[in-house]
């Protein structure tokens, strides 16, 4: 039986999906119920999305679209696809993005063809639908997810408030993970640059300098 608490985290988990998609007019006007949703969760998770949503009120939706390419599609280390941190532009990326996919579709989900299966507004969304597998795969990306959360926050972005409510849904960093993200701070991904055809043509792999990666969700 699922639990007030799994219920509460699953909407959390919706909610920060929305959040970190492209904020077209779809998204702007579901913020008063990602508000409603923000005010009913934990104090942990839900303050950082009502600071978020409290900046999303106040700025113009232009600004914030404009904000939201200059960060995520023009700044490298504030990546949203999870297997970049952990894989770099490499063989092995394409291999984790294959196994995403299969786990979705076995699941009974289907993606259109512009997404990619571990950007994380997608995982967030998949999470809140399947929390325990969800739940799996983003502790598997626990690493990543912090670095993304304090690179955002060295970026003084508003986005950073949506990644501190997601690390609060997740278990304390331990030891190992803890040197991963140390790991990727001083090193970066992986930077081979071969690999990924098989999985996805160039045109559906990230670009930090195209248009908005989450412009159709």
Do not use: N
């Not at 409510?165 to 040197?179: F, I, K, M, N």
């Not at 970066?188 to 195209?210: H, I, N, R, W």
């Amino acid at each position: 039986m699922t639990t007030a608490t799994e219920r509460r985290t699953a909407a959390a988990w919706q909610a920060q999906s929305l959040l970190l998609g492209y904020p077209d007019d779809q998204l702007i006007g579901q913020l008063d119920l990602v508000r409603r949703v923000a005010a009913g969760l934990d104090e942990p998770i839900g303050a950082p999305l009502q600071r978020f949503l409290s900046h999303a009120a106040q700025t113009p939706p232009s600004r914030l679209a404009a904000d939201y390419v200059a960060t995520f599609d023009h700044r490298k280390r504030c990546c949203l696809y999870l297997t970049y941190y952990a894989h770099g532009d490499t063989r092995k990326r394409g291999m984790a993005l294959l196994t995403l996919k299969q786990a979705y579709t076995a699941a009974g989900l289907t993606l259109s063809d512009d997404e990619l299966p571990d950007h994380l507004a997608v995982v967030l969304e998949f999470a809140a639908a399947h929390p325990d597998l969800g739940h799996r795969m983003l502790v598997e990306h626990r690493a990543g997810i912090e670095l993304l959360r304090l690179a955002l926050g060295d970026a003084d972005s508003p986005w950073a408030w949506v990644l501190d409510s997601v690390s609060a849904t997740l278990p304390a960093l331990h030891g190992d993970q803890r040197d991963a993200v140390m790991r990727l701070a001083a090193q970066g991904p992986p930077e081979e640059q071969v690999g990924l055809a098989p999985f996805a043509p160039p045109e559906y792999m990230p670009s930090f300098d195209a248009q908005p990666q989450g412009a159709s969700r």
